[in-house]
């Protein structure tokens, strides 16, 4: 008898508490100031809206294949994962500690970015995640970002996920500072049409960060490929000090030598050498990843 | 103020400083012994890839530097460029790699001063202002996390209805005084002294760890953060 293979399990359709039950080694996790405590949003009830007990992340300590990290993740179901103050502090706690116990971070992004309701203390809220974030990461810490939710990964968040150390996203994992709603608002429908779904996947979808190096893993919409691409995403290298940054100007600076005056997705891929490049979007995983893998830019120790 | 009333007040004995596309670069002598690196983003420029890219090959190069002169940044600018090109080449990269060039800059030794004496907002204030290791503005300054139109689409509400709730509640509102109550701003300069004075008074004081939630709980703006990032840390240190 062989045993059965598992059912895929989406990570999209998945909340936050349900891909971490699965993420985690079994039994493993600890929650810190969980939903029982009722750490409440103090400025929702201003705008009658509705709160939630965790504030929309949960944040904890767990093992993976063994061994030990802290885990924070965001629900995008709440408020679209929105930063406020208890959500963005409950994540900086976390990293304060993460530097200390020197301990490896695994981070499930599902946000819009910051809370528009109390949008001053979201805003103040992510720059101290990031300082937290490269304190932690001077010390050798690894930050990894899993990037595959409902919400995206966006504003704010989407600094945040930069500063990790490696990132591992799913083809509905989209990654970007202005979301294409707020590009169509401020630019118009000409600049960007966020009704075009495909558009969106070719500028900010998780094929295009792939190829171009602005994410180091790609794995299919399933908890158990997340699973397996944070376990490999925590040997990747981590330490944050002048070379690194020095590279990162550097692969940064030829990307836009490169790619800079290409005006679409399916142009920058054709400039990487891939074949039919407009047939990308279509091919399954494990199709896709033969294919851009032999051409992809990547950023190596280089974040 | 105006970017070179503010450089002749901060640097009565002399500056050289350039402006091309939207920022700012030289140096200025604040007294015989202190040079002072100057960067800065002017004119309420939007800045996309290649400004972000531009401002940290700079700091960059400061950092590597073995002196410790300080690093200013001056700050006017928009958001983040919103475009689809911007997206396309990986903003979110470039500009959290501004804000780690900023930090390197602040840990090897040369202290970080934002002052912001213009506009910013979102993802630029992020990575510029409140990326720096101290922050400090002029009055009439406008920091802004969203504006208040777009806000309203965003919530739903109308923007007669959010100017009334930013009277009691400043934690949403757009503004110098609201984003100071939150901790974000550590010192309003006076324009009415020499801001070399208080330039120098600050770079007196050492530089510390990120007191920001601290503050904005004493200044009654954030009342939550500090305490519960502190007992997040608590419970984390404590599981071990």
Known sequence: MTSPTPLPRSWYEESARGRLAHLLDAGSFTEFLGPERRELSPHLALFNLPRQFDDGIIVGAGALAGKPVLVAAQEGRFMGGAIGEVHGAKLTGLLHAARQLKRDVVILFDTGGVRLQEANAGELAISEIIRATLDARAEGVRMVGLLGGRAGCYGGGSLIAGCCSALVISEQGRLSVSGPEVIETNKGVEEFDSRDRALVWRTMGGKHRYLIGGVDLFVGDDVAAFRAGAVAALERPALLDPAALASEQGRLERRLARFGDATDGTEVWARLGLPHPAALPDLDTSAFLTLANTQRESADAAR | ?240
Request: aromatic letters at 4%; proline letters at 6%.
């Open chain 2, 1 to 240: 103020m105006r970017p070179a009333d503010i450089l002749s007040s901060l640097f009565p004995a002399g500056h050289q400083v350039g402006e091309a596309g939207g920022l700012l670069s030289g140096t200025g002598r604040l007294d015989p012994q202190t040079v002072v690196d100057i960067v800065g983003i002017t004119g309420k420029t939007y800045p996309g890839v290649d400004e972000a890219l531009a401002l940290a090959g700079r700091i960059l190069a400061i950092a590597e530097r073995p002196d410790p002169a300080p690093l200013l940044f001056l700050v006017d600018s928009g958001s983040q460029r919103m475009s689809r090109r911007d997206e396309l080449m990986g903003l979110s990269e470039t500009l959290a790699h501004l804000a780690k060039a900023l930090w390197q800059a602040e840990r090897a030794g040369h202290r970080t001063i934002g002052l912001l004496y213009g506009g910013s907002a979102a993802g630029a204030f992020i990575a510029t202002a409140l990326a720096c290791g101290s922050l400090v503005a002029l009055p009439g300054a406008w920091p802004e996390v969203m504006d208040l139109p777009s806000m309203a689409r965003v919530t739903k509400l109308s923007v007669e209805v959010l100017t009334e709730k930013a009277g009691t509640t400043p934690v949403f509102a757009p503004g110098l005084d609201n984003l100071f109550a939150t901790g974000a701003i550590a010192e309003i300069w006076d324009p009415a002294r020499p801001l070399s004075d208080q330039l120098k008074a600050l770079l007196a004081t050492p530089a510390t760890a990120d007191g920001r939630a601290e503050l904005g709980r004493e200044r009654g703006g954030r009342l939550k953060a500090a305490t519960i990032a502190q007992e997040v840390e608590r419970l984390a240190l404590a599981h071990g």
